[in-house]
């Protein structure tokens, strides 16, 4: 009986870590269906949305005088106020450099075309001083920064 102890011991020692890990796995096995996203917990399933980044870069019409620029560029303003309260422009900005990359914008679009065609019709993009870039982005639905 002595002998059986540290048998009996261990047996109940490997039961309590092979439950202890095995109810984990199990967690981490159900997060890698598909449906959760790198850095969310393991336990909340996310669903992932298409979304569609924008990079705007220089134009080939940089020739405008000041007041045009400045028209352009009020312009460019108040349609990038109005994508975002029709909630299709979820984020924009400049960005800092003298690099040809200018700005972004994160747009919920249905698809390509109805971004490509709400892009297209910034003064910005028709006068020729931004051109710009789209890709496809994913990430969890609704995702607000903060």
């Known amino acids: 009986m002595a002998k059986l102890m540290p ?6 020692f490997l039961t309590f870590v092979i ?3 095995s109810s984990r796995f199990s967690r981490i096995k159900s997060s890698e269906t598909g449906h959760s996203v790198a850095g969310i917990d393991t336990e909340v399933q996310a669903e992932v949305k298409q979304y569609w980044m924008v990079f705007l870069e220089t134009g080939p ?3 405008q005088d000041p007041a045009s620029t ?4 009020e312009k460019h303003i ?3 106020r109005k994508l975002a309260a029709d ?3 979820l984020a924009a900005g400049p960005f800092r450099g003298d ?11 249905k698809d390509s075309l109805e971004a490509v065609a709400l892009i297209n019709a910034d003064t910005a993009v028709m ?10 982005w994913w990430t969890v639905k609704n995702c607000l920064f903060r």
């Open 7 to 12: 048998v009996f011991l261990l047996a109940v």
């Open 61 to 63: 019409n940089q020739q």
């Open 99 to 109: 690099d040809n990359l200018r700005g972004i914008f994160i747009m919920d679009c």
């Open 70 to 73: 400045a028209l352009i560029q």
């Open 19 to 21: 439950a202890s890990f």
């Open 78 to 80: 108040a349609g990038i």
């Open 87 to 89: 909630g299709k422009l």
């Open 127 to 136: 006068t020729g001083r931004l051109k710009y870039t789209i890709k496809p």
